[in-house]
């Protein structure tokens, strides 16, 4: 609104967008009167209001986004206007690169980031290829005795084993390996724990113990004794870091190898669980892989990949992506007022029939054909794109790959029983166990 004098103190992105579609009030009471998901909220809106929404749960609106443009926008044009408050994962993860802002975020990532460049990835591929054998090994004793697993546990079991390894320098032993279970017990607790931080803290307390009592064991095994059989892991980035950088406290250090630790191997684990469901359904898909070259090539490499990719799709390893407006602009067209909470729903995107035909549909070839995916960037975006995107995709792509090579010609899991729906927290993981036996 301008002033008597003709000056409106607006600035200009916020006069010359035109208003964000917001989602009639009375449907979002009815959603919390049903007791729903978020997801359920968040698809009503897109389904109803398209690629940038706007929904009130509170005073302050809510922005979602969708659309691939204003996705790229939010996240890659302009970090600066859209920014990150604080993750979820906070009470776990404390100031770890995740969850850190402003210029000890900048700090921290570059500190990280040569590590998992094409470069930095290769003194991790040994650590990984050795994580498989152990991994097919089991599998290959479960098909010998017909002994029943749980493949999402045998999927975490992997994905810690690897990033423990990358960590440390050593392969994860039974005991470390048991009290780490605490980890994913915090990341399964955290959509039903209380919204006040010193509740949620309390609720999860044995659990944090735990996790900060093996930190600490691995903090001091790395100063003491120096670089695993496997030689130095990011552990010993981190402390050699401590020596000439004072913002490395033990507590960082702590935090740091924690948020390594969950986005190093929840992901991936949930994400190959998923595929092993999808392949269930789908079992074709393993055939195709299979049939794309010999062992080794590049084209059976490729195929395999392709099954990853398409998994992520599905479900992202980022399904949900939390921003705040720290100034008003024009998002692809909209006034998005300063102060608005932004949500990038990469999960909600990846299923757009506008952008992928038949989006409910398994199809890795979607990855395999040309023209087969959408080819803007904000499109596909399964760890997020821009300045915060995950850091570890190299990795987790590799991880995936290496144990999909050793495990897909040799072994198909007959599942006793799947889970019937998802559950969305940190990552979008099966609601339940995955209890199997092998047939070779």
């Not at 449907?27 to 698809?43: F, H, K, N, T, Y």
């Not at 079991?157 to 990358?166: G, K, Q, Y």
């Not at 392949?279 to 393993?286: G, I, S, V």
């Given at each position: 609104?301008?002033?008597e004098a003709g000056f409106d103190p607006r600035p200009p992105a916020a006069r010359t967008g035109r208003p964000v579609p917001e989602l009639d009030p009375a449907?979002?009471?009815?959603?919390?009167?049903?007791?729903?998901?978020?997801?359920?909220?968040?698809?009503l809106v897109r389904e109803r209001l398209g690629g940038v929404a706007v929904f009130r749960l509170g005073p302050s609106p809510t922005v979602l986004v969708t659309d691939p443009r204003a996705v790229r926008h939010v996240l890659a044009l302009h970090p600066d206007r859209y920014v990150k408050r604080s993750h979820r994962a906070r009470l776990l993860i404390g100031d770890g690169v995740l969850a850190a802002t402003g210029e000890a975020w900048k700090s921290q990532r570059r500190l990280l980031q040569s590590q998992f460049t094409g470069t930095g990835m290769r003194r991790y591929e040994q650590r990984i290829a050795e994580a498989a054998r152990v991994t097919a090994g089991r599998w290959a004793a479960y098909a010998r005795t017909g002994q029943p697993f749980d493949v999402g546990l045998e999927m975490r079991?992997?994905?810690?084993?690897?990033?423990?390894?990358?960590l440390t320098g050593h392969p994860l032993d039974e005991g470390t390996e048991r009290e780490l279970g605490a980890v994913a017990a915090v990341v399964a607790a955290m959509p039903e724990l209380p919204a006040d931080t010193a509740g949620a803290r309390e609720a999860v307390a044995a659990d944090l113990a735990g996790i900060d009592a093996v930190a600490h064991y691995a903090i001091e095994a790395a100063r003491g004794r120096g670089a695993g059989p496997d030689g130095p892991g990011l552990l010993h980035l981190l402390l050699d870091a401590a020596a000439t950088r004072p913002e490395y406290t033990d507590r960082l250090i702590r935090d740091?190898?924690?948020?390594?630790?969950?986005?190093?191997?929840?992901?991936?684990?949930?994400t190959l669980t998923w595929l092993y469901l999808l392949?269930?359904?789908?079992?074709?898909?393993?055939e195709e892989a299979l049939a794309a070259g010999a062992p080794g090539s590049a084209e059976r490499r490729s195929a395999v990949q392709a099954l990853v990719h398409e998994t992520l799709r599905l479900y992202p390893s980022a399904w949900i992506l939390p921003r705040h407006a720290?100034?008003?602009?024009v998002l692809t067209g909209y006034a998005v007022e300063a102060g608005s909470d932004v949500v990038v729903c990469p999960y909600l995107t990846h299923r757009d029939p506008e952008l992928w035909p038949d989006p409910e549909r398994f199809d890795p070839r979607r990855f395999t054909t040309p023209d087969g995916r959408p080819t803007h960037p904000g499109a596909y975006l399964p760890f997020g794109i821009g300045p915060r995107a995950c850091l570890g995709l190299r990795f987790?792509?590799?991880?995936?790959?290496?144990?999909?090579?050793q495990l897909l010609p040799a072994h198909v899991p007959a599942f006793h029983s799947v889970p019937t729906k998802a559950a969305y927290s940190i990552t979008v993981r099966p609601d339940g166990p995955t209890p199997a036996t092998l047939d070779s």
């Open positions: 609104m301008a002033t449907l979002v009471e009815r959603w919390r009167s049903e007791g729903a998901e978020l997801i359920d909220l968040l698809v079991r992997f994905a810690l084993d690897t990033i423990w390894r990358s740091e190898l924690v948020t390594l630790l969950v986005a190093g191997h929840e992901t991936t684990a949930t392949l269930d359904r789908h079992p074709a898909a393993r720290a100034e008003a602009d987790a792509l590799r991880e995936s790959t290496v144990l999909l090579e």
